[in-house]
């Protein structure tokens, strides 16, 4: 459905944003783990990785995962999958990534030059930080 949408709209160029998003349960399901969620310590819960189309704000995959991992974790395999489906659709298509600064180490840097996609990893400047500290 959303392929459909991509070529409805003869996009030029397409924007993936990657993040993770706790999902707290009481219960005991396959993939909960107690782990992350930061609101509510000890619970059980699901971290899903999701994937969006930023010119449209819809999700076009999620990739389900226990609570208790890293948020990049499984992502080295997820980024490629999608962007091998949008490109299958719309061959010529400029694509272009976007993550934050959990998903920052070297094979993930490394994965989207090698296959042709621009990205950026969103960092926070502790350097910046601590001087608007001081100066405030």
Same mark, same amino acid.
């Given at each position: 459905?959303?392929?459909?949408?991509?070529?409805?709209?003869?996009?030029?160029?397409?924007?993936?944003?990657?993040? !993770?998003s706790v999902f707290s349960t !009481?219960?005991?399901?396959?993939?909960? $783990?107690?782990? #992350?969620?930061? &609101?509510?310590?000890?619970?059980?819960?699901?971290?899903?990785?999701?994937?969006? #189309?930023? &010119?449209?704000?819809?999700?076009?995959?999620? #990739?389900?995962?226990? !609570?208790?991992?890293?948020?990049?974790?499984?992502?080295?395999?997820?980024?490629?999958?999608?962007?091998?489906?949008?490109?299958? $659709?719309?061959?010529?298509?400029?694509?272009?990534?976007?993550?934050?600064? $959990?998903?920052?180490?070297?094979?993930?840097?490394?994965?989207?030059?090698?296959?042709?996609?621009?990205?950026?990893?969103?960092?926070?400047?502790?350097?910046?930080?601590?001087v608007r500290k001081e100066n405030?």
């Open positions: 459905m959303l392929l459909a949408r991509i070529q409805a709209l003869r996009l030029l160029r397409v924007t993936l944003d990657f993040d !993770g !009481g219960r005991m399901a396959e993939s909960v $783990a107690a782990g #992350l969620n930061k &609101q509510k310590k000890g619970k059980r819960s699901c971290y899903h990785l999701f994937r969006t #189309l930023a &010119q449209t704000g819809q999700v076009f995959d999620a #990739l389900p995962r226990s !609570g208790n991992i890293h948020d990049s974790n499984g992502a080295l395999e997820f980024i490629p999958e999608c962007v091998n489906s949008i490109r299958a $659709a719309c061959p010529g298509i400029i694509m272009e990534v976007r993550m934050h600064s $959990a998903f920052f180490s070297d094979k993930i840097v490394t994965a989207p030059d090698a296959e042709r996609i621009e990205f950026t990893i969103s960092q926070c400047n502790m350097d910046y930080v601590a405030m």
